[in-house]
Structure formats: structure tokens, C-alpha cells
């Protein structure tokens, strides 16, 4: 039986860069989203969001050349209907790699006007149902989207990096979180419209779009989608999976 | 013998900010710097890091007015030699409150020009020695301070609060934690010179210091320097005291 609310066939694709080599990490001998959590690899346990998702058609998922290998072992041995997703590899910067998912459709002839695709972060796991969703529509409707919560501390500026130089006001400040998503094409576009400098700044997808003065669409996140980063992160995370 | 880092008897002032009626924290019977964290008041937690600071004179803990017994109680309870806490009535600001606390100090005689207070949000248990040494001098050395860690995430700036109206350059980008620390009469000076208007819009005492162009230092926090505001955050904190 067909699902009610499926969007499969509609055009939607998972991007999930885990292109990252985990440096803030400290002294660990794999990447950070290789590193395990409740007995599952972050990764996998944000795969599995996607997967369970029936919103897309596959899901990309953007590894270091080196650990692709790696990447394909643990999704056979933890993703039981795996053929949806597949391994790319990642480029050198976060939009590089956006980019290398984007060629990959293109060459596999899934790329059109309203081709949306969903990135997020390997190491942010505890993604929901919910955001998945409303990033798709969003990015449906609106061309782009980003995922954020209300600011919950107060956000400080400093040029100089050690006065401040402004405490901008707080109820228009958000934390942006992942996914991010897009109208394929429409990102490829304004990226290839960059010099090679503003690409560099540019780290961001989104703030391409806003740079251009393209809309993006807020979708709300959740405090506890946070993204695997420290030590620090670690141990809050399993306190949290402990209470899944 | 007497310390040789003691800046006792050098007019050093704690300011616990224990104001708020946790309005966020859902349906709980106490206001939240009264949830229990191991056993302890989350007040208590952070006043012990005051108490066995050698840098302060006395530490002031502004409490809401039907409060204060009880916060006296919990204190006489935990805090072995509480006679350098005092408890004082709480105004209906973050800023009001500030103020009566350095009513308090202009009362008992004990304000000048070099008088400096330590203002903490006492939600804030995980503070450290660090940081408390390092606001007294950035307080007396610079006359303001602010204590904040590099922005994790990406921030977001929305005026429509439905679209992106900008993504200012992260690396410039901090996050304000607690303690903010002030010359107190400097900012008293500052806060008495704003009109009514002011007084509503800057609820952040360091941004009236950055609005009157005065400096304000950065002190580096830390990331486990939480406020327990959410549920959630109450959760991340007993996985850190079960830690400690």
C-alpha cells in the first residue's frame, strides 16, 4: 500500500556531509562521526533518520576518500534496506562537497528545477521526523531553507577579539543548526556565480543564498539537535541517547 | 598565614542573580536556581564557587522578595561559613536587581570608585575558579568585563523572524555566558544616565557599557558553562555532575 504522505518519486534528496576530519575532537583515532554512541556509529544514527524518512528518493551520504571504504562496512553491517544510500566523495570544503553531491545527480540524470536536496551533518543525530519534513517543503516552496532555535544565550561581537564590539539585540538572533536545504540547481547557480574569494568566505550554503538575495525560509530545530563537535558534546549526547 | 592570591579586603563584590521565577522550565513547583542537582540546590552549586573564592568580600544573593527565607534556609543548610552571604531582595529587572545590589554596598558604606562587582546568573552552577579570578582583574583593569566562548554554532539573524536577514561572520561571533563584572559605580553611573525607554531595551548590562562607548573585556567562559534554563539543560547538567 502506498503511504499517505510519501514523497518518494517527488524529487528529494538526503545529503549528509560527513566529510569532516574531526581535529576539534582532540586525540581520537577516527573522524568524529565514526565515533560511537549508544553502540551505533553517529553517522549511522543519522542515516537512520533519513532512511526511516519516506521523503527521499536516496540519500548521499559525502565521505573523505579514505574512509569510503569505511563508510560502506558499517552502513551494510547497521542499514538493513541500504540500496537508497549511497557513498560519494566529499570534497575539500563543506560547499565543495554540496557540490560533489549536486554532480553526482546531475551525471545520474536526477537533477531538474525543483530538485531539492537536504544536507546535514553527520554528527548531528538527533535530527527528527518533523525538521526533515518541514525542510522539505520548505525548500519546496520557498527555494531554500535553514534550521535554527531562538538564540538562548546572549550573542556577543567583537572585531577585535578581545573587546566587544556590539551586543546585537537578542530576539532577532538564532543558532543555526542543520539541515540546511535547497533547490538544487538554484544553489549550483549562484555558487558557480561566485570568485574564487567570496568561495572562501562563503562557508556557509545559506549565506550564499542570502548574499544574493535569494529568500531562506527558517525552520524551527530543537535544542537537543546538536551537533557532535567536542568531548564536551560526547558526554551530553550519550546522556541523552540514554533517555531515548 | 594569610593567602598570597587573596584579593580579600580589595572591594571585590559576588553578585548572585537569582531573580527569575523559571518560567521557562514548564510546570515546577520552585523557581529553577532552586531544582536540585545532586543532592544541592543549583543556587547553592554556583555560590559555592563565590565562597571558596578568596576574592570576594562578601557575596550578595539577590532573590525574589517571597523567596528570601527560603533561600536563607537552604544557605544556612549547605554553606558551613555563610556569614560573607547575604541574601537581598531582588528588583523586577535583571538591571533593577543589579541595582539593588549596589544600593546595598552604598548603604552599608562600602562603594567607591574601585568597587568592583561579579554579577552571575545563579542558574549558572559550572562556573570556575578561572573565570572568577579572571573577571576580578579584567573588571579592575579595564572597568567592564563580559565572559564569553567562540560561537558554536552558525548564527542567524531574522528581523521577520520567518526569513534569513543575515549570517554575520561567525569568527567574529561569541556567545555571553556569566559573570559580567563592572566597576559598580561606573555602572551605576551608566544606568542612571538612560531614560525609561533605555532602560527597557538594554536588558544586558554590558551592552549599556557598549552603547555609552565604554570598553568591555572579554573573559573566555567556558562550553560547560551552562544556564539551566530548559528542562533539557537540567539533563545536560546532571550528566556533568555525575562527572564532576
Given at each position: 500500500m502506498e503511504e499517505k504522505n510519501s514523497n518518494r518519486g517527488k524529487n528529494v534528496y538526503g545529503v549528509l556531509l560527513a566529510?569532516?576530519?574531526?581535529?576539534?575532537?582532540?586525540?581520537?583515532?577516527?573522524?568524529?562521526?565514526f565515533m560511537e554512541l549508544g553502540g551505533k556509529p553517529i553517522l549511522i544514527l543519522a542515516l537512520e533518520k533519513f532512511v526511516i524518512h519516506p521523503g527521499f528518493d536516496k540519500i548521499l551520504v559525502l565521505a573523505p576518500k579514505q574512509w569510503i571504504r569505511y563508510t560502506q562496512d558499517i552502513m551494510d553491517k547497521h542499514?538493513?534496506?541500504?540500496?537508497?544510500a549511497v557513498v560519494i566523495e566529499g570534497g575539500d570544503t563543506r560547499n565543495e562537497t554540496i557540490m560533489n553531491a549536486i554532480r553526482y545527480l546531475e551525471r545520474e540524470r536526477?537533477?531538474?528545477?525543483d530538485t531539492v536536496i537536504v544536507t546535514h551533518d553527520?554528527?548531528?543525530?538527533?535530527?527528527?521526523h518533523r525538521i526533515l519534513q518541514e525542510n522539505i517543503e520548505a525548500a519546496q516552496q520557498y527555494g531554500a531553507c535553514d534550521t535554527v532555535i531562538p538564540a538562548t544565550d546572549t550573542i556577543v561581537q567583537s572585531s577585535s577579539h578581545a573587546f566587544v564590539s556590539d551586543i546585537p539585540d537578542r530576539s532577532v538572533m538564532y543558532q543555526g543548526q542543520t539541515p540546511q536545504s535547497f533547490k538544487a540547481k538554484k544553489l549550483k547557480q549562484v555558487y558557480d556565480s561566485l570568485n574564487s574569494q567570496e568561495k572562501e568566505i562563503l562557508t556557509d550554503a545559506c549565506k550564499i543564498f542570502v548574499m544574493k538575495k535569494e529568500q531562506v525560509r527558517l525552520v524551527q530545530g530543537e535544542v537537543y539537535n546538536i551537533k557532535i563537535t567536542y568531548p564536551y558534546d560526547l558526554k551530553v549526547a550519550e546522556s541523552l541517547i540514554a533517555g531515548c
Open positions: 566529510g569532516g576530519v574531526g581535529a576539534r575532537m582532540g586525540n581520537v583515532e577516527k573522524p568524529k562521526q542499514i538493513p534496506q541500504r540500496e537508497r536526477l537533477l531538474d528545477e553527520s554528527v548531528r543525530p538527533f535530527v527528527t
